[in-house]
């Protein structure tokens, strides 16, 4: 089976390949505290070789003691990973063997089946094929495809939409047929069949539900509208574009990792089939390796128009970010393509995946331009649990080496006149001196566990800073002076006026 971050508080996790084997787990309380930023690391410029940096390297060794004893004591065959840096591949490196018999090393060229990583294409194509103006995300799927028109859940359903189907909140069955006991997936022409005698377990937008079964669906609209066979369609246009030279759609391509079931008691695992994942290859067919991955991962951090390598723009890489439908927890959720997880004040987007004999895990952390990729050649490796170590220890030590010292405006001892009680028809509030700072506080509040900050622009302007949304967050603040005494403060275009 296939996955995406289904846990959030469990977290950047998933269920994939067999109902037993969990792909995608970060489990927010395990995080360090120390590990996980309350606010985003500006990147560091200057060309500084962030993976010659001795905590980085320190870190290195640490996760590799650990993933060794992993291996040794818990008979994973091997695991390849990445930790990348806005657009560096600062470690790469396999532990273990991709081939035990032959005694073959893993290693960051090795070959794995992805999975539900495939999802994260899908959505690119679509958002592709949007940006040229050819289909919309409310477009109703029916639209694209005539014979889409399973039974309702209700007598009061709307049409499924193309974003509907992305989200993960079209509320049609998870999967088409028995195929991850079988391993003989469906064909185009077998989905179209069983479509028609389908009926879906929810009306759409009733709750997030994830489904294979709906990309399958997203490929074929991609199909449908582009022309092309959707393997050839994410060869041309995103494989080719970012040089993921090693990546491919269900073919049986030399390198790939032997992939091998879970453990048993007496310590043997089975050797698993190559599977072709047929008419369903947009859930879950994709091959890849770690040294691929890193340029996917690397593509999340870029801005611009799209042209080349910049394979969407800016404001589709934002949406396929944002979260359209959530677990009924509230915990996880997910983007367009993106599984998407809330741990300790950080947002992690990415994907985990499982296939017979392969589990995968990729996690991004946005803000401070970092991502880990885990690749595994097993289905009881649980790489959720790898990734959220390798991002704990090697990731962390990567985004202190990679910042770099905000330019801050310089503070000016003058700006403490600024402080006192302010007072409006809404309610009072009070500018506080700290330490070489200025905080916004409600006086008859009941706590000031979260101050807002001024932050200072220059010339007696702040940006109102704070944690949640619901005022005027990201705006000016800026005062208004009579012989040198504040008398009023704006914050954006609303103003109180100064009371002491």
């Known amino acids: 089976m296939t996955s995406s971050f289904q846990s959030l508080r469990a977290a950047l996790a998933h269920m994939t390949v067999m109902p037993t084997v969990v792909i995608f787990a970060l489990v927010a309380a395990t995080f360090p505290s120390s590990a996980l930023y309350a606010h985003p690391a500006p990147q560091n410029t200057e060309g500084a070789n962030v993976a010659n940096d001795p905590d980085v390297l320190g870190a290195e060794r ?67 094929l949007r940006e040229e103006g050819k289909l919309g995300l409310d477009d109703p ?20 939409t193309v974003e509907q189907l ?18 003989v997936f469906p064909t185009s022409d077998d989905i179209r069949r069983l479509y028609a005698d389908r009926r879906a377990a929810f009306a759409p937008s009733v709750r997030w539900k994830y489904s294979n079964l709906a990309y399958t669906v997203a490929g074929m609209v991609i199909e449908q509208v582009s022309g092309e066979r959707w393997a050839d369609y994410v060869d041309r246009h995103i494989f080719k574009p970012l040089s ?34 047929r008419g369903m290859a947009a859930a879950t067919g994709i091959t890849s390796n770690v040294e691929d991955m890193a340029k996917f991962v690397s593509a999340n951090f870029r801005r611009g128009r799209r042209s080349g390598a910049q394979i969407v723009s800016t404001g589709s890489w934002r949406e396929m970010h944002r979260v359209r439908s959530v677990e009924e927890n509230w915990t996880s959720g997910s983007g367009l393509g993106f599984d998407i997880s809330r741990i300790n004040n950080r947002t992690y987007v990415g994907h985990g995946g499982g296939y017979p004999g392969n589990t995968t895990m990729t996690s991004i952390q ?45 503070w000016d001892p003058e700006w403490a006149r600024f402080a006192g009680l302010y007072r409006g028809r809404g309610g009072d509030s009070q500018v506080v001196l700290l330490n070489n700072r200025l905080v916004l506080i409600t006086p008859n509040g009941p706590n000031v566990d979260n101050p807002i900050t001024l932050e200072p622009l220059g010339s007696g302007r702040f940006r109102f800073v704070a944690p949640t949304g619901g005022g005027a967050v990201g705006e000016v603040v800026r005062f208004v ?20």
């Open 244 to 277: 993921m030279n090693d990546s491919s759609v269900d073919q049986n391509v030399p390198g790939l990792a032997v992939p091998y079931g879970r453990r048993m008691p007496d310590g043997t695992r089975e050797v698993l089939p190559f599977v072709d994942a």
């Open 141 to 160: 799927v029916v639209k694209y495809l005539p014979w889409f028109k399973a039974k309702p859940a209700g007598d009061d359903d709307g049409p499924i």
């Open 481 to 500: 002076e009579q012989t040198g005494r504040p008398i009023r403060m704006y914050i954006g275009d609303g103003w109180i006026d100064r009371m002491q």
């Open 166 to 183: 992305l989200s993960h909140s079209s509320g049609i069955q998870r999967e088409a047929g028995d195929h991850w006991t079988s391993f």
């Open 62 to 128: 640490l996760f590799s003691a650990w993933i060794e004893g992993q291996i040794a004591y818990r008979g994973i065959p091997g695991v390849a990973l990445g930790v990348v840096s806005d657009q560096q591949l600062v470690w790469a490196k396999g532990f273990g063997f991709a081939d035990i018999k032959a005694k073959l090393p893993m290693t960051s060229a090795t070959k794995f089946r992805m999975a539900s990583h495939s999802k994260l294409f899908t959505a690119i194509a679509i958002m592709q």
């Open 366 to 410: 946005l803000d401070d331009k970092i991502g880990v990729i885990v690749l595994t050649n097993t289905n009881d490796s649980n790489p959720s649990d790898i990734a959220r170590q390798l991002m704990a220890t090697v990731g962390q030590a990567v985004v202190k080496a990679a910042a770099t010292k905000p330019s801050n405006v310089p």
